[in-house]
Nanobody, 115 residues
Framework: QVQLVESGGGLVQAGGSLRLSCAAS????????MGWYRQAPGKQRELVAS???????NYADSVKGRFTISRDNAKNTVYLQMNSLKPEDTAVHYC?????????WGQGTQVTVSS
């Protein structure tokens, strides 16, 4: 089992920045990749960014150049630095961890960007 605890969401004006953190605990040795997803009201959950154990990253086209995903292996924590935020980034953001057999989710953290 893997437990994920997110933090760092909040309310920010358009153009501002936020940094989300996701701390993993439990069977972290089994994790192959971690990432961030988001779900806006009335929309499907979508991938924002992901990072593999080797550090390879992947971003949604809508956040390329604005968001950066990184990981601190010593702290078992993944970060999402979000810059130049737009109102359309408003959503609940979920941390995700994938092992060979399971997908784990955090409880979600709200990000609200005002215009």
């Amino acid at each position: 089992q893997v437990q994920l605890v997110e933090s760092g969401g909040g309310l920010v004006q358009a153009g501002g920045s936020l940094r989300l953190s996701c701390a993993a605990s439990g069977s972290i040795f089994s994790i192959n990749a971690m990432g961030w997803y988001r779900q806006a009201p009335g929309k499907q959950r979508e991938l924002v960014a992901s990072i593999t154990r080797r550090g390879n990253t992947n971003y949604a086209d809508s956040v390329k150049g604005r968001f950066t995903i990184s990981r601190d292996n010593a702290k078992n924590t993944v970060y999402l630095q979000m810059n130049s935020l737009k109102p359309e980034d408003t959503a609940v953001h979920y941390c995700n961890a994938q092992s060979s057999n399971y997908v784990y989710w955090g409880q979600g953290t709200q990000v609200t960007v005002s215009s």
